[in-house]
């Protein structure tokens, strides 16, 4: 995901917010994305290591922290952290998958595994939905509209403040 080379003119205006269709794909991969990084990480933890309760919380906790930090970072804009996003879930999805094959002794986790495996196709697929990508990039352009604003407001006073010298 990167931003894209099409120049703007001076007529392109950038709202308040972004469309709705893309506020909403934004909203069902975040939600879809906390739900499936804490049940493939739950799982994962289960399946892989015997970690106490609260080392798995703290985990969590420390998981969910960073995943706030990338998703503020989306939230601005950045190409970055929606690339971030794909390529750890895809890795969660990987080491999550053995588990899957080999899930006889955990019987009663069954739906957990699948519900956590069509949080996160469901998530793929929102990452790579149309109107996600163009939610970042409509921050992204919010944020440079931004910058760009500040940068004029910044030149016009010291131009007057070194007229009125």
Request: hydrophobic share 50%.
């Amino acid at each position: 995901m990167k931003p894209s080379n099409v120049p703007k003119s001076d007529n392109d205006i950038v709202g308040l917010l972004p469309p709705t269709k893309s506020i909403l794909a934004f909203l069902l991969s975040t939600m879809s994305m906390l739900f499936s990084i804490g049940t493939l990480n739950y799982i994962i933890l289960r399946f892989y290591l015997n970690f106490s309760i609260e080392g798995e919380l703290l985990y969590l906790l420390v998981t969910t922290i960073i995943f706030c930090g990338f998703n503020f970072a989306v939230t601005r804009g950045s190409f970055f952290a929606a690339t971030m996003f794909k390529y750890y879930l895809t890795v969660l999805f990987i080491i999550f998958l053995p588990s899957v094959l080999l899930m006889d002794s955990q019987k009663q986790s069954i739906p957990i595994y699948f519900l956590g495996m069509a949080c996160a196709l469901l998530t793929f697929w929102a990452l790579n939905n149309k109107h996600y990508q163009i939610f970042v990039q409509y921050q992204f352009d919010a944020v440079e509209d931004r910058k760009e604003a500040l940068a004029e407001l910044e030149a016009e006073i010291k131009a007057s403040n070194s007229k009125m010298k």
